[in-house]
């Protein structure tokens, strides 16, 4: 199938309309890494260990943005979440944190954008607490891991 | 200097007080790659030779979003905006689509925060309009390319 | 029936209760004009025949407000859409732009004051647009076509 | 001058940069009416008789829309309103009611597009608040008044 | 049962997954003090006898607020709510204003918040409209009265 | 001075013109107590101790409130802020936790509803986080303590 999401056969955008999918549970999980160098990761290390508000801080971001998704994509239906679930992986080899999102919801559409934008918010918001020890920041790789539900059928990501 | 930005001795989270810094011209260049398969990017590219939507849904995207970025990110400041540009490249040698983003204000504190915003939601929208054809995309390399104004002084990345 | 909708009996705002309405299929459609002189409109249609943005910058505006109803409209509930759909005919035997608009969910209450909202927005946004060809732009007519689903029963106005 | 506000060379959207305006006292007047039956109108000017809410409501719904319009309209600057002023004229005659926003701000850009999405807002609540009497309400005649302030000088329409 | 709500065994914060929760009706009730001096009271008690607007303007408020809840309390799910009633008791002999909102919805999780935040921003402006007059204003014995649905069950404070 | 602060002399609402006001540094300071029994507020403390979120997530949702007082408080001007601060105090004599917020701008308008907006949603958030465990927490004593700058003066309570 090679068609765009939100996109008519004149290339002009439109929403999707979800009025006659069912309901069902929809889960979608979505990581993302944000490389810093040694130092900077060190600090944000440093803190976890001494339980600073790091992380927690960028945990927030990401909950809080994955309930904002349609207001800040544009073709995105309002969708109520059930749950958002957030995890940090601090990895001293590669230099980078690892951010893990997943997100659930009883409705008649997908929450992989959801868990994309939980990602992207507290990658942002990782960044930003960083930004005055190193610039050069990148934040990198964020994709779908894998969703469940729907009639599109479930998807894992084959790196995964 | 070795602190992370919002982060007071105890490691716990505050905002950074701007109210003795002077207003500048503040301005800041940031770029992230969505990266898919040939196909996929095949049909972006049709979109836009056929002046379709696609790239346009995404900058709207990413200059509303540099608006919100106060409310996205928990410890950001109000920044009124002088300016959002969003340019997007099609490279069909690596499969990719490319977007900058240019941010100014005249303000008490940078816009770094605002030009990443940006182009994370642009490149949040790109996925959600090509997810129907490929879920795995990856949004990749999102990362400072310049800064310039306030009292840090200005930045290029080394790489740029 | 002769009754304000959002005003008790000693003429005072309130919400409506909506906890012992059915969930049925909810559509409303509205429309609106945007009238405007004959250069300006020219220049509207000439962007839309190079397949510009003015028309598509302004229906996602549309779009999004349909799903900020409920944070514009003090008394109305929030209603999680199914589908909002925006068409644009520009007229240039009578020197407008006519927007209009579908809105539709399964919820307890209407989407008049989504539809109507949505054409606001979408006429709001092509004002912004022409503004600097043209200030004595008007936006006029807007009203609701027609609605269905839920007890008071389906409406069609009589001049439709 | 031809040329649309937002659209570029190539039709494309973008924002203005204002980055090189002057901060000046910026002042617009919008107007809209609200066009209803007799029996619609009665209930209305009955409520401002006995002091009731329709019309506090619909001015607070224009203060808080003016305040919002740079998340409404995509690429309006964010704008700090020094004031928003709303009045409406109960016009038994002509059975509507006449909305007039007037807004000010010192900033480097004008406040046309707050002044419209004030009245619209008021609008669009009058109607939320007549619709169980009457659903074949009209706004109509949203327009500019006239703007004070800022390069492109003053502005006042020739029929008010 | 000595847990604390959003918050893990490793005393991080985490959203509660209401996906097994069933929908049922849920109610809450919930009242605030507005302790002023007798000249303040005095000035919103005639406003309300004249019928102005001092009331109408922090029910308005007290009734978006609870819409907005999920976007103002972090944890929080997002709850299309059936009805926010907000009721105010002008008490002269204690010279205080007291607030009362009842909220309810048909969902998974209770709308305890939704309630205490709805007077909250009732209070919060009602001390807005009266801080001209007196700065010292106290909003006090913020608390829930009732809350009824869902699995654990009803409650009603044992002082009310 | 007796008027209320946005009522025109017919008990209307309005929003005040600060279009004359100078811009100077302005600083408010509000605290608020979230009063609970004996268990709970161990629960807070281990967790503090144990150096969890409970106060974090707290203090973050206390930040972002206080950015968006606009939003909230219908007739506040929209105020970009240079700084708000809050902490708290874990009183086991008096079995409450005491939230103080400091806020300031470099603004015409005054900060007092930023920092009591920012105490309520700090002190709502709490309670959010230990109703699990007490239902019948009370938020109290909601107050200014102090404000700087602005033609009406400072302000300190008498009793502080």
Redesign the interface.
């Known amino acids: 199938?090679?068609?765009?999401?939100?996109?008519d056969d004149?290339?002009?955008?439109?929403?999707?309309?979800?009025?006659d999918k069912a309901v069902t549970?929809r889960t979608a999980t979505a990581s993302?890494q944000v490389r810093m160098n040694h130092?900077t990761l060190t600090?944000?290390r440093n803190?976890r260990i001494?339980?600073?508000?790091?992380l927690?801080?960028a945990?927030?971001?990401g909950?809080?943005?994955a309930?904002?998704t349609?207001?800040?994509?544009?073709?995105?239906?309002?969708?109520?979440?059930?749950?958002?679930?957030i995890q940090f992986t601090v990895d001293t080899e590669r230099d980078l944190v690892l951010i893990t999102a997943v997100v659930?919801a009883?409705w008649?559409t997908g929450v992989?954008?959801e868990a994309?934008?939980a990602c992207?918010?507290a990658?942002?918001?990782m960044?930003?607490?960083?930004?005055?020890?190193q610039?050069?920041?990148?934040?990198?790789?964020?994709?779908?891991l894998s969703?469940k539900g729907g009639k599109s059928g479930d998807?894992t990501?084959?790196d995964t």
Do not use: W
Not at 50 to 54: I, P
């Open positions: 199938m090679s068609r765009l999401s939100h996109i004149e290339g002009k955008a439109r929403m999707v309309d979800v009025g549970r993302v130092a600090a944000v803190n001494a339980k600073g508000d790091v927690s801080v945990r927030l971001a909950i809080q943005a309930k904002k349609a207001s800040l994509i544009p073709l995105c239906h309002q969708v109520p979440l059930n749950h958002v679930d659930s009883d008649t992989e954008m994309l934008t992207s918010a990658a942002l918001t960044y930003d607490m960083v930004k005055a020890m610039k050069d920041v990148v934040i990198d790789d964020l994709k779908l969703k998807f990501r084959s």
